[in-house]
């Protein structure tokens, strides 16, 4: 499974981004996709999920902020962000998962095979 994050970009703070996940090689569908990501000198952390059955899922810091969609007869997610503060600089990666994995599964990154490039968001104050 290949996976292309594109959409990221300098934004002013309260400005809003969306960030897209094309992939290829394997039937969109059948997997759970996540959105991590990781800022300068940090760890990689959780951001949002979405399962193969449309069930989203969202970290605190972002619920109300960001929306995770998905189209499968496009083969693509989606990270709508809005509200965007200067915490929210990082470079965003899109994942690919199992889905076998399900609940709280879906916000460990150990759950995805599968993984993107990324692409850096910056928020400028």
């Known amino acids: 499974v290949r996976l292309v994050e594109s959409g990221g970009g300098l934004v002013q703070a309260g400005g809003s981004l969306r960030l897209s996940c094309a992939a290829s090689g394997h039937t969109f569908s059948d997997f759970n996709m996540g959105w991590f990501r990781q800022a300068p000198g940090k760890e990689r952390v959780f951001v949002a999920a979405i399962s193969w059955r449309d069930s989203p899922d969202y970290a605190d810091s972002v619920r109300g902020r960001f929306t995770i969609s998905r189209d499968n007869a496009e083969n693509t997610a989606y990270l709508q962000m809005n509200s965007l503060n200067p915490e929210d600089t990082a470079v965003y990666y899109c994942?690919?998962?199992?889905?076998?994995?399900?609940?709280?599964?879906?916000?460990?990154?150990?759950?995805?095979?599968?993984w993107g490039q990324g692409t850096q968001v910056t928020v400028s104050s």
């Open positions: 994942a690919a998962g199992s889905t076998r994995t399900t609940g709280w599964g879906l916000r460990a990154w150990k759950s995805y095979a599968y």
